[in-house]
């Protein structure tokens, strides 16, 4: 066996002796730890179920392919190929919906091509915006966070960006 097998049952018993020698009642807080995380995900339910339908209405209507059409233009003067553009739309939206992407780019252009590198380096390194927003408003009640989605979509677009000149510059 590897000693990553061992590490999540050595750290559970590490925190197990470590509540037990500061007396705490260790079973109890896991209880109400675990009844809060139901609540969590109770109260998230309708937002992520809200989420996970727009996606699928995006794809199904082909709204999708509208957008990427539009944006195709603004970020091929960033040196993105228009191949792209879908999983940078998606990639905001739906790790699922992306990582399909991802992988077509892989099958059609190769991972050592310089789109799959610039494929590969937008996989890995960007966030599933509106599920982050989603899950993080959703469980702490904050209703209002418009102001949040332009800020993050900007971060998101540099990042698309920068996968391209960085790809382009140590590759």
């Known amino acids: 066996m590897k000693i990553t097998s061992y590490i999540l049952p050595v750290f559970i018993s590490l925190v ?7 007396r705490v009642p260790v079973f109890e807080c896991f209880s109400q730890g675990a009844e809060k995380g139901i609540s969590t995900c109770l109260s998230l339910l ?11 209405m995006l794809q199904a209507s082909g709204a999708l392919d509208i957008l990427c059409n ?12 228009s ?7 998606l990639s905001p939206v739906s790790g699922s919906g992306s990582l399909s992407v991802y992988e077509t780019i892989l099958a059609e252009y190769g991972a050592d091509s310089q789109t799959g590198r610039i494929a590969s380096v937008i996989a890995g390194s960007t966030e599933t915006t509106f599920y982050a927003l989603s899950v993080y408003f959703g ?14 979509l900007l971060g998101d677009f540099v990042s698309f960006i920068m996968a391209g000149i960085t790809v382009r510059l140590f590759f």
Request: aromatic share 10%; hydrophobic share 50%.
């Open 139 to 152: 469980s702490q009640g904050i209703k209002k966070y418009t102001s949040v989605i332009p800020c993050a």
């Open 83 to 89: 191949s792209l553009v879908p999983l940078c739309v």
């Open 16 to 22: 197990l002796v470590f509540g037990i020698v500061r």
């Open 70 to 81: 539009i944006l195709s233009p603004v970020f091929s003067l960033f040196g993105i190929d």
């Open 46 to 56: 309708p937002v992520l179920t809200g989420l996970m339908v727009g996606i699928y």
